[in-house]
């Protein structure tokens, strides 16, 4: 990737809050949109997710997944210019209890304060969604695949 593609994905990244979620519920697809946080090496993307909603039926350990993050779209956009990355990879339950779960709360919270309560409640999980691969769409004829070495190209230490 250009120094610029980077400077733009990293941006579109960092700027949006959430992401539109695809799994897989009972062998059917099934969309839902999840505000996230970004794993800092942005290999990652981290969730929170009650058991009730749809979508945690297919945030299973391993799973796969796609996600769509996208940048606004308003009224006088051009729909074929509007920057977008999608990403494919694999779903990991972070378990409660671990130093893994409280960095993962911490940082969730640090970008997210009002989940502060979805933390005291039983039936909410955290998952990262490891990117394995994606798209980038910086607009029109401007695409390129990802793998995870670009991703981590995106970390400021990169």
Known sequence: MT????????SLLDRQRVLSLGVLVETNPY???LPYALREDYGAA???ASKLARHSG????????AAL???LVGTESDALQVPRVSLQGTV????????GYTEGRDAYLARFPSG??????????????????GRYVAGFAQALNLNE???RELAPNG
């Open 3 to 10: 120094p610029d593609q980077i400077d733009a994905l990293r």
């Open 31 to 33: 969309v839902g949109l």
């Open 46 to 48: 981290l969730v929170h």
């Open 149 to 151: 070495d670009n991703l």
């Open 92 to 99: 990991e339950l972070v378990a409660k209890g671990t130093p």
């Open 58 to 65: 297919g945030l299973n350990d391993g799973a796969p997944f």
């Open 69 to 71: 993050i996208h940048d």
């Open 116 to 133: 502060a309560t979805t933390f005291t409640l039983g039936d909410f999980d955290l998952y990262w969604l490891r990117f394995e691969r």
